[in-house]
């Protein structure tokens, strides 16, 4: 990796927790900030929003100065408000389109039937980031403008960093596994975990 990509390590992090924080920061920062421009005092539909990358995009939505609008399974309602949504509700009960219109951005960490049914809800000018992998290979042009892939960028890395030190962002760990157990761990991330990334100790 180039020297541009590195930065250093958030003081306030251990290495597991500091594990977890590039590659879902970072996207949740490009998606919303780079991609879906979103702006102070806008609307932004997350889908995803308990997730590893889903819950830095709630907490940067927020920090940024956006309404926060998320609708998550009823275990995940007292957590997503804890990072800052306005706006939270049972996607189980309530579908979206019936509950939201008129955002200005929506971030999706979902995919699929999900994102199909998130153009419906955008106001004029209205923008989709779509992060869900399914999506890479959709031929629909829409889709394909939507989705983006995450690159290293150092300068940004540095201000998540100085966020988490801030007490700004906070970072979720759902569970360590040692690196001879890789295979478990890997199994363990595609099932998912409740709150928190997966992460692996090269070392005890």
Partial sequence: MAETGLAHKPKSLHHAEAAVVPISALTAWQGLFEKGKL???QRVLIHGAAGGVGSFAAQLAHWHGAHVIAPVSSSNLNFVRSLGADEVFDYRTTRFEDAV???DVVFDAVGGDTLQRSW???ANGGRVVTVA???EGVTEQRVRNAFMLVR????QLAEIAN???A???RVFVGVVFPLAAARLAYTRAQYGNRHGKVALRVAA
Avoid: N
């Fill in 120 to 122: 419906g809800v955008l």
């Fill in 101 to 103: 219109k008129e955002v």
């Fill in 163 to 165: 966020l988490i030190d």
């Fill in 133 to 135: 992998t399914q999506s």
């Fill in 152 to 155: 290293a960028d150092g300068s």
């Fill in 167 to 169: 007490g700004e962002l």
């Fill in 39 to 41: 702006e102070r005092g």
